[in-house]
C-alpha cells in the first residue's frame, strides 16, 4: 500500500497543499516549471533513457550490458516514487509521466524481443497485451476526464512481466540449455502477469462506465 502511495498524487501537486513560504527548494522549481522539472521526473527520463539504451545494445548482440542497462533503468522507476514522496514534488503530471514511462520502456522492450526473436511470440504477446488495452483504456478515461490511478494489480503485472523479460534476456546471454522447470515456471509467470493485467483493466474499464 505505501509503494503504490508513492506513485499516486491528488488532484493538485502536493506543494500547492501548504503555504509557498513552506516550499523547498524542488517544490519551488517544481511550481516554477509548472511541474515539469521534478527529481523524480528527472529519474525517471533517466530510467527510460537507460533502457533504451539497452535496447540498442541488444541489436548489437551485447546481451549482458544490455540486460544491465535494462534492470538499472526499471529499479529507477521505483526510486522516482520515494523521491518524489521525500522531496515533496508529486503530482498529476509527474503520476502520469511515471505511468507513461513504464508503459513504453515495457512495451518498446517486448518489440525488441519480438523483432530478434529472442522469445515466442505467444509469451511476448501475453505480455504485451494487457498493457496495450490499459493504456488505451487510461486515453479514453483521460478524454472524458475519468482520473484513473495506477492500480496494485496493475503494477504487480507490471512488475512479473519485467521478472520474464529479464529472464528471457538472461536464458539469451549465457546462451545455455536451461532446465526444463526453469523455461515452465518463465512461462507460467508470463501468463500471470497477463491475467493479472487483464484484470487490472477491467477495473479501469469499470471505473470509466461508473
Known amino acids: 500500500m505505501v509503494v503504490m502511495n508513492l506513485h499516486r498524487a491528488d488532484k493538485r501537486p502536493e506543494w500547492e497543499s501548504i503555504s509557498s513560504d513552506q516550499w523547498n527548494y524542488w517544490q519551488k522549481v517544481a511550481a516554477s516549471t509548472h511541474s515539469i522539472v521534478t527529481p523524480a521526473n528527472i529519474i525517471s527520463v533517466i530510467g527510460l533513457a537507460l533502457v533504451l539504451y539497452g535496447l540498442g545494445l541488444l541489436f548489437v548482440q551485447a546481451y549482458?550490458?544490455?540486460?544491465?542497462?535494462?534492470v538499472v533503468g526499471r529499479l529507477l522507476d521505483l526510486v522516482d516514487g520515494i523521491v518524489a514522496h521525500a522531496t515533496g514534488t508529486k503530482s498529476p503530471l509527474?503520476?502520469?509521466?511515471?505511468?507513461?514511462?513504464?508503459?513504453?520502456?515495457?512495451?518498446?522492450?517486448i518489440l525488441c524481443l519480438a523483432v530478434l526473436q529472442i522469445a515466442p511470440w505467444w509469451v511476448l504477446l501475453a505480455l504485451f497485451l494487457p498493457h496495450l488495452i490499459i493504456s488505451a483504456i487510461v486515453f479514453a478515461g483521460r478524454s472524458r476526464n475519468v482520473k484513473l490511478h495506477p492500480s496494485r494489480i496493475g503494477k504487480l503485472s507490471m512488475a512479473v512481466a519485467w521478472v520474464v523479460l529479464t529472464a528471457l534476456l538472461l536464458i539469451k546471454a549465457v546462451g545455455l540449455e536451461w532446465p526444463a522447470l526453469l523455461v515452465v515456471a518463465t512461462y507460467t509467470l508470463a501468463i500471470s502477469s497477463s491475467l493479472m493485467g487483464l484484470i487490472s483493466a477491467s477495473q479501469y474499464l469499470r471505473q470509466i462506465v461508473k
Open 64 to 70: 549482458i550490458p544490455a540486460l544491465i542497462l535494462l
Open 94 to 109: 509527474g503520476e502520469i509521466m511515471d505511468a507513461s514511462i513504464d508503459k513504453i520502456g515495457t512495451l518498446l522492450t
